[in-house]
C-alpha cells in the first residue's frame, strides 16, 4: 500500500510540521510520514526519497521553497557529512526550546500519569554554544586515495569514515592533540586497523581534558597489544605536546560496538588526569565516564543538588555514580553517600576522589544498583533520597522494579534519553510524584538533551 503511495527516488514537495528526536524535519505525504534531514519547522521542501518502510519514509532536501526565519548557514564545513551534529542550521535559542519540545512529545508518546500537568521547565542553555566537548573520540583508517591515515567520525549509518582536523563542538586542545597524533602516526607510518580484513593494530584515538586543571590524556585503543614506533612517537608526542600529562593504551581485540576494551596500560606520565566540578577535583582514568561538557557538567549537578532537596540528617544513594560526581558533590551536606558503579576503575577513582577531598561519610561498591540496593536496604540502610543517572537505555528494569519496592523519599532521576525517561516515568509515577522536569542543554548544535527531574514519594 504503502510503496503504490510513494517510491524510493520519488520528489516530493511537503510542509515540514515539526522535529524529529534525532533533529529531523517531519512532513507527511498523503499522510504517510516523511523524515528529512536538515529541514525545519515552517518549511516547504522539496525532498528525494531515500528509503520507504512499511510504517515511514526518508528524504533529502532537494531545494527549500519557503525558507525558516530560524535557519542559520552551519559554520562546520563537514556539517551534513559527519553526522556528530544534527542542529547547526537551527538558530540557538530555537535549539532550546526544540529540547523542551522534544521532552513534551516523549511524554505525549509515553503517557505516564498526569503528564499533561507537568512542569516542564525552559532549557537552559549556553552563553557560548561552541568547543565545549573535552572527549574526542575519534576512528582511524588508511584511505588509499590520499595515501595517508585519517582520524574523523563515520558518515551516519555507516562505517565510512568523515576525515576531521577542525571540530567545532570540540575543545581546541584536544583537536591539536590529534592533529599532531595523526602526523605522527603518518610520519612512522604505523598499521591501522582495517575493519573489512581484521587486520593492522591502531583503531582508535581518545584524547579527554581538563578543562580547569588543562590536563590532557591521549589513549590508543589498538587491535592487539602490539605497539609499533612506541618509545619514538612517546618522545615526539611528550616534546611537542606538554600539556599531555597520560598517555595509555587500551586493547580491543573483539568484533563489538564497544570502542574500548577491558585492558588498558599505561604507556607514559600519570594513570588518571585531574578535573574539577563544583570545587570537588576528580581523578578521571581512561574507561571511567565523565560528562563531555564541564561548563554545563556544573550546571547539571547543582541542578540535580537542588532537586535532592537536602538535609543534613539524610542518606543519599548515588547509582550509576561513575566517578562519583554528583554524590561528592551532595556529601559534605548530608549524612552519608553510596554509590556503585559496574565499572570497577570507576569506583577506584571515586573512592580517591572521596579520599581526596576528605570524605569520611561516602562508601562506594563495584555492581549494579538492582543488587546492591536490594542488599544495603537488608543490611538496614535505607536511602532518604536517591539519585539515577542511567545510561541511554534508560533504568535497567530490575532497578525499576527495586526502586518500586524500596522507595525512597525523594528520587532525583538525571536522563540523557527523553524517550526511555518518559518510559520509566509510566512506572515511577505511580509511586512518585513528578514535581518538574528541568532541561539543561549539554550538547549544543546536537538533538541530544539531559533532563533533570525531581520525584517525591507519594
Known amino acids: 500500500m504503502i510503496q503504490a503511495a510513494i517510491k524510493k527516488g520519488q520528489t516530493v514537495q511537503l510542509k515540514i510540521k515539526r522535529l524529529g528526536i534525532n533533529g529531523e524535519g517531519i512532513g507527511y505525504f498523503r499522510n504517510l510520514i516523511l523524515f528529512i534531514p536538515n529541514a525545519l519547522p515552517g518549511e516547504e521542501v522539496v525532498a528525494t526519497v531515500t528509503n520507504v518502510s512499511q510504517k515511514f519514509a526518508e528524504g533529502q532536501v532537494t531545494k527549500i521553497v519557503k525558507k525558516s526565519p530560524n535557519r542559520i548557514t552551519p559554520p562546520c564545513h563537514v556539517y551534513e557529512e559527519c553526522g556528530g551534529c ?11 526550546v526544540f529540547k523542551r519540545d522534544l521532552l513534551k512529545q516523549a511524554l505525549q508518546k509515553f503517557k505516564p500519569k498526569g503528564y499533561q500537568e507537568f512542569d516542564l521547565r525552559p532549557t537552559i542553555g549556553m552563553d557560548d554554544p561552541w ?19 585519517e582520524a574523523g567520525l563515520y558518515r551516519p549509518n555507516s562505517h565510512e569514515l568523515v576525515p576531521i582536523d577542525d571540530c567545532l563542538v570540540q575543545e581546541p586542545q584536544t583537536q591539536q592533540v590529534l592533529n599532531t597524533t595523526v602526523q605522527l602516526l603518518n610520519k612512522y607510518n604505523v598499521p591501522v586497523y582495517d575493519e573489512k580484513k581484521n ?8 584524547v579527554r581534558i581538563g578543562v580547569i586543571t588543562n590536563e590532557l590524556q591521549l589513549v590508543f585503543i589498538t587491535n592487539s597489544e602490539k605497539f609499533p614506533s612506541k618509545q619514538a612517537l612517546i618522545r615526539e608526542l611528550t616534546t611537542r605536546l606538554p600539556n599531555v600529562v597520560s598517555i595509555m593504551q587500551n586493547i580491543q581485540n573483539k568484533k563489538t560496538s564497544l570502542v574500548m ?5 599505561n604507556l607514559w606520565g600519570k594513570d588518571t588526569i585531574e578535573e574539577q566540578i563544583n570545587e570537588v577535583t576528580f581523578d578521571l582514568s581512561a574507561r571511567a565516564f565523565f560528562q563531555l561538557n564541564p561548563y554545563q557538567t556544573s550546571v547539571l549537578y547543582q541542578e540535580a543538588i537542588r532537586a535532592l532537596d537536602y538535609q543534613s540528617s539524610d542518606t543519599v544513594i548515588d547509582a550509576y555514580c561513575g566517578v562519583g560526581t554528583i554524590g561528592l558533590s551532595v556529601a559534605p551536606f548530608v549524612k552519608q553517600v553510596r554509590g556503585m558503579d559496574t565499572i570497577s576503575q570507576a569506583i577506584t577513582d571515586a573512592k580517591k576522589n572521596a579520599q581526596r577531598k ?13 543488587d546492591l540496593i536490594p542488599k544495603w536496604v537488608k543490611d538496614g540502610y535505607h536511602a532518604d533520597a536517591i539519585v539515577v543517572d542511567p545510561p541511554r537505555t534508560g533504568l535497567d528494569d530490575k532497578l525499576l522494579q527495586t526502586l518500586l519496592r524500596h522507595p525512597s523519599k525523594r528520587l532525583v532521576y538525571v536522563s540523557c534519553n527523553v524517550s526511555t525517561l518518559a518510559r520509566d516515568l509510566v512506572q515511577l509515577a505511580k509511586v512518585y510524584r513528578v514535581d518538574y522536569l528541568q532541561s539543561v542543554d549539554m550538547f549544543p548544535q546536537t538533538a541530544r538533551c539531559e533532563v533533570v527531574v525531581k520525584l517525591t514519594k507519594k
Do not use: P
Open 131 to 149: 568547543h565545549y566537548r573535552n572527549k574526542a573520540q575519534f576512528q582511524l583508517r588508511y584511505s588509499n586515495k590520499r595515501q595517508r591515515i
Open 261 to 265: 576494551g577491558e585492558k588498558t596500560v
Open 86 to 96: 544534527q542542529l547547526q542550521h537551527l538558530s540557538y535559542n530555537k535549539q532550546l
Open 358 to 370: 576528605g570524605l569520611t561519610n561516602t562508601h562506594y561498591e563495584t555492581g549494579t544498583a538492582e
Open 199 to 206: 587486520s593492522g593494530i591502531f583503531r582508535t584515538l581518545m
